[in-house]
């Protein structure tokens, strides 16, 4: 048989799979530079970057969970939680460097051969996909060759566990229980799916900065970002908190098990904690985190919800996940 006509049925739709690549890199190249146009307008004139402070949550029962989405969100259950106040914006660059420049602390990023690395860096997503990039840390968000040069008011990111609960220390504040999270986060309302009622996207408004797009080839920014956002630029929640849900990831103080009961009756010092257990992970100390993250899409990650929970390696940080602390107490949530 003529070799050209015993391979022609596959050269057809490798033509097409090349051109259909070659589609999207263009779609997703017109898109990045769109989405940072938007990102700098909006920047400009809805953001809240010199913001601080701190909010009081009142005491109160709350659902927690849900029972509609990802098992782990499960079951639905009434809790108690006792007074608290919790930062009202993801703790920022600038406010880490303060940290850093009064303690001396060294971030577990920077020394990650000690962690068992083969070398200092951490998790970045670019591209549309994650790699362990050598020289990543908070100073260099994307790599060795950014800074956080005018990123004062950013997100800290690549904080691991570790750092988090280091920065909670030196502040005199502790990391929220996933319990103190979820009840803040949920600004007021109670059992309903978004931080801000039912509807994602209520009158077509993005009320915080998640994925738009087909995930993870093309994020159109139609929320006014595509990637991390200065801290506040989308309305606060009832509770006067800025990015609870979105922007990025949020560590709590607990260990992650798939069933959250599992927690219930842990000692309150976190030393005598168990590091947890995630059966896609198996070995690996893990923590939850909340509230999800920009890379969070309809297509790919809904855990853009209050109830949305997720484990993640506390010994390592990635250029989605920060946190913010609150006041410490001495009273543990009350849950059934
Ligand atoms: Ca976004
Ligand atoms: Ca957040």
């Known amino acids: 048989m003529n070799p050209l006509i015993r391979y022609r049925r596959f050269i057809l739709p490798a033509a097409l799979l090349l051109a259909a690549a070659a589609g999207m890199a263009l779609v997703e190249r017109a898109w990045q530079t769109a989405s940072v146009r938007r990102q700098n307008s909006h920047e400009m004139s809805s953001c809240h970057p010199a913001a601080a402070g701190f909010a009081h949550i009142p005491a109160g029962s709350f659902l927690m969970g849900s029972d509609a989405h990802y098992a782990e969100e499960g079951p ?7 007074a608290f106040d919790i930062d009202r914006f993801e703790v920022t660059n600038a406010q880490f460097a303060q940290f850093i420049t009064e303690s001396g602390y060294v971030t577990s990023a920077e020394r990650a051969t000690k962690l068992g690395f083969p070398e200092s860096g951490s998790a970045v997503f670019s591209r549309s996909t994650w790699s362990f990039v050598a020289g990543a840390d908070w100073r260099h968000p994307d790599g060795p060759d950014s800074d956080i040069q005018g990123r004062d008011h950013d997100p800290v990111v690549h904080v691991s566990f570790e750092d988090a609960q280091a920065y909670a220390d030196w502040a005199g504040r502790a990391l929220p229980t996933e319990a103190q999270w979820e009840y803040a986060a949920r600004g007021g309302l109670n059992g309903q799916e978004y931080a801000w009622g039912d509807t994602l996207t209520p009158g077509g408004n993005h009320l915080a900065n998640t994925w738009q797009g087909l995930f993870p080839v093309a994020d159109t920014g139609a929320d006014g ?12 929640n009832g509770y006067g ?22 927690g219930k009756d842990l000692p309150a010092d976190r030393l005598e904690r168990p590091i947890g257990f995630d059966p896609r992970q198996p070995g690996v100390p893990v923590g939850v985190i909340k509230g999800g993250s ?19 390696d506390t010994g390592l940080g990635t250029n989605h996940i920060g946190f913010r602390t609150v006041s410490r107490t001495a009273a543990r949530d009350a849950m059934p």
């Open 76 to 82: 639905q259950q009434a809790v108690a939680v006792a």
């Open 294 to 312: 920009f890379l969070c899409a309809p297509t790919g990650c809904r855990r853009y919800r209050p109830a949305a929970r997720h484990a993640q």
């Open 225 to 236: 970002h595509a990637g991390r956002a200065v801290v506040g630029c989308y309305p606060a």
């Open 241 to 262: 908190l800025y990015d609870m849900i979105g922007n990025v990831w949020e560590w709590t103080a607990d260990p992650y098990f798939p069933d959250r009961r599992f």
